[in-house]
């Protein structure tokens, strides 16, 4: 499975940004995607996922109320809505991907998933 994610750039604080996820011979229908962020010298962390199965959605507690985590009808994309983007929303976000179905709660976890996406960079200036 190969990801590609897509989307980032340089805004200004409170700026918006829609970064997508597409897959490689593979749909999102089951298991689970997941979005993560690295800055670096700093481990990655955590940002928003869905259950492919369900739809239900999880995030950090950082992003809560200011990023979306969707997906396509057809599912084959998934996006990353960031809304009123904050300076320390700077870091490479990567888009990942598990094949199986797991408990919504172990989301955040990275080593939980499978495939991983190169990243993409958003930089936001105050």
């Known amino acids: 499975v190969q990801l590609q994610a897509s989307g980032g750039g340089l805004v200004q604080a409170g700026d918006s940004l829609r970064l997508s996820c597409a897959a490689s011979?593979?749909?999102?229908?089951?298991?689970?995607v997941g979005w993560f962020r690295q800055v670096p010298g700093q481990e990655r962390e955590f940002v928003a996922a869905?259950?492919?199965?369900?739809?239900?959605?999880v995030y950090a507690d950082y992003v809560k109320g200011r990023f979306n985590i969707s997906r396509d009808g057809a599912k084959s994309t998934v996006y990353l809505q960031m809304n009123n983007l904050k300076p320390e929303d700077t870091a490479t976000y990567y888009c990942?991907?598990?094949?199986?179905?797991?408990?919504?709660?172990?989301?955040?976890?990275?080593?939980?998933?499978?495939?991983w996406g190169q990243g993409t960079q958003v930089t936001v200036s105050s």
């Open positions: 990942t991907v598990r094949n199986e179905r797991i408990i919504i709660s172990a989301l955040h976890r990275a080593e939980v998933y499978d495939h």
């Open positions: 869905i259950d492919g199965w369900t739809g239900n959605r």
């Open positions: 011979g593979r749909t999102f229908r089951s298991g689970a």
